[in-house]
């Protein structure tokens, strides 16, 4: 180690995070995996250990991940471009089997690898795995017309989530993966935003947290400067001014509707910070934005 850590800072380090331990164990945290922090290696290795660290000292992390830019790459390499509406990618049918290879395949298998090489016990799923995340076709609102809701394709909103398979998995120690993709009426595949599907389990699961993972320190307001505390009434406010928009817009309503629905904090983080988990959860300083429930 080029920069070894005093022990006595080791030891600081250690005893501010007892009481939080204290406090979480046992209880759900879920994560969503997202940006940087699952494109780096530097970043991937430090979140892989991180949600090891929290198994070990007794939490119960879930977490989701998106896989943006992977799916970009794949899309590029067949000569097909991307395209999003209000921060959903639109999905026809190449896009959508190109999102079941990518979310379902290579990028659950490389998270589950990673934290299963750092001693966790990793299982990789996504929503059609005991068809536990049932979905229905997403319309979007056209702001211009109400009356004409607009088509994105096979991109869906959660008709209904079945936690029976994660608390499964949590009581024998198991760290679930989840990709986001679910399942239609007639067994049909939707692509479902992450932020939804953490958002929406975090909410039925009666997490102690979620947790959004980003590209950003937070939530920024118009001049560039983090916001770390917020109530659903001041985020409304945000994004009645245009202060939120586009991508960050269902990571904000996932966060708030969490928020609504009983989650105690919903925290939105640099993605960017090595070990931004645990400087979050288990440090007085923290990392990004805050939301209570209240």
């Keep these: 180690m080029d920069n070894p850590i005093p022990p006595q800072l ?3 380090v250690l005893a501010e995070a007892l009481p939080y331990i204290r406090r979480f164990v046992d209880k759900t945290i879920v994560i969503k995996y997202g940006g940087n922090a699952m494109t780096e290696p530097r970043l991937k290795d430090s979140f892989a250990r991180d949600v090891v660290l929290l198994k070990l000292v007794g939490m119960n992390p879930v977490v989701v991940h998106g896989g943006g830019p992977q799916i970009d790459d794949v899309l590029k390499r067949i ?4 395209a999003f509406v209000q921060g959903m990618r639109v999905t026809d049918e190449e896009t ?4 079941e290879m990518v979310l379902g395949g290579q990028v659950n298998m490389e998270i589950v690898n990673l934290i299963n090489q750092h001693g966790g016990k990793a299982v990789g799923l996504t ?3 005991g068809a536990f995340i049932r979905a229905r076709k997403l319309m979007l609102p056209d702001p211009d017309d109400p009356e004409k809701p607009i088509d994105i394709g096979l991109v869906g909103e959660i008709a209904s989530i079945d936690p029976s398979i994660i608390q499964f998995l949590d009581s024998g120690d198991f760290i679930p993966v989840i990709a986001p993709i679910g399942v239609g009426p007639a067994g049909e595949s939707y692509n479902i935003n992450a932020d939804l599907v953490a958002g929406k389990l975090a909410e039925i699961l009666v997490a102690e947290k979620l947790i959004l993972l980003t ?3 937070g939530v920024l307001d118009k001049a560039g400067n983090l916001l770390t505390g ?3 009434r001041q985020i409304d406010e945000l994004v009645a001014d245009g202060t939120l928009s586009g991508g960050m817009l269902p990571k904000i309503g996932s966060a708030l509707d969490a928020a609504r629905g009983g989650v105690k904090s919903v925290h939105i983080i640099d993605g960017r910070v090595e070990h ?5 959860i288990l440090t007085d300083a923290g990392v990004g934005t805050l939301i209570r429930h209240k």
Excluded: H, I, Y
């Design 10 to 12: 080791k030891a600081s």
């Design 79 to 82: 000569g097909k471009e991307g």
């Design 96 to 99: 959508m089997d190109v999102v």
């Design 127 to 129: 929503g059609q795995d």
């Design 215 to 217: 590209n950003t320190p």
């Design 230 to 232: 917020l109530t659903p």
């Design 276 to 280: 931004a988990l645990l400087l979050e």
